[in-house]
């Protein structure tokens, strides 16, 4: 997919050159990549026919490739997400939070969403160390969630799911205790990977599953009855493999990168693989003949 990039001054230039993008056509689905750079200036990348964004989905954004030079020196989001009540989530790298102005984007990215209808946006796959940031409203501080080492955070109907680094256990936080107590308390530990530590989240819940990269291998769960969460599968890997997400009914978007105790380091973007109805045994044999 060939990309078209956007430089912007400030969060609120990109905010306007969003609103005049959605009036070319823009969709959600169409915005690849979004990262800042250490002035605080906005980089956005969409397709170069914007006709062509009904077409795109999550998994082929996360297998794209970064449209700007590999020297320079950006610091992307990986997603977005509006929050019931005013509260926005995201996650990305953690270095966002340098140039001052990662919270106002993610407002803005968050207007973006509010004017197109939709609750979440999620973007291309970048190596980078993660962090995640909660916003209550827009006049409060952010709040990073990874300063108590909660990263990789997925939303669901009821509450939030997150990784603890360093950790093999899968953690719960609902949205009402969210509201109560804010995003540092209240978590709960509902799950722990029989396969090590988890390294990386699926970036979404689909069909009321979530894949889990572990140290060694993966595991899926089924969440659809939180905050209870029963096994679904597991296949053991040892290749540094992970899931990011997947294309409903069809392939999985696989990254590699390093194995770490505290995550998947120097990803790459990711690759689709297998094709509709595969499962997670069938993803692992695919990946074995690779």
């Known amino acids: ?45 969409v397709p170069e026919n914007l006709a062509t964004v009904t077409r795109i989905k999550v998994g082929d954004k996360l297998s794209l490739e970064p449209p700007w030079p590999v020297e320079a020196r950006l610091y992307h989001f990986d997603a977005v997400h509006r929050l019931p009540g005013h509260g926005i989530l995201w996650n990305g790298d953690r270095r966002l939070s340098q140039p001052g102005s990662g919270a106002e984007m993610a407002l803005a990215i968050a207007e973006f969403l509010k004017g197109s209808g939709a609750k979440d946006m999620f973007l291309g796959c970048t190596p980078h160390q993660p962090g995640s940031w909660w916003l209550p409203a827009a006049a409060a501080p952010a709040i990073a969630l990874h300063d108590r080492g909660f990263v990789d955070v997925v939303t669901t109907m009821t509450g939030l799911l997150a990784r603890r680094q360093g950790e093999a256990n899968l953690y719960y936080l609902p949205y009402g205790k969210l509201a109560l107590l804010g995003p540092l308390e209240g978590w709960r530990p509902v799950f722990t990977s029989p396969l090590g530590n988890i390294l990386l989240l699926e970036r979404r819940v689909l069909a009321g599953r979530l894949v889990l990269t572990c140290t060694h291998g993966l595991v899926e769960v089924d969440i659809a009855e939180l905050p209870e969460v029963h096994h679904s599968a597991q296949v053991e890997l040892a290749s540094g493999f992970g899931v990011v997400g997947r294309i409903d009914g069809g392939a999985f978007a696989v990254t590699v990168g390093t194995v770490e105790e505290w995550g998947l380091v120097n990803v790459a973007p990711a690759l689709l693989v297998g094709a509709e109805g595969e499962t997670l045994a069938d993803l692992a044999r695919s990946l074995a003949a690779r």
């Open 1 to 45: 997919m060939i990309a078209r990039t956007f430089h912007y001054r400030d969060p609120m230039a990109a905010s306007l050159g969003l609103a005049e993008l959605r009036r070319q056509g823009l969709t959600t689905r169409g915005v690849l990549f979004v990262a800042l750079d250490a002035r605080g200036e906005v980089h956005i990348a």
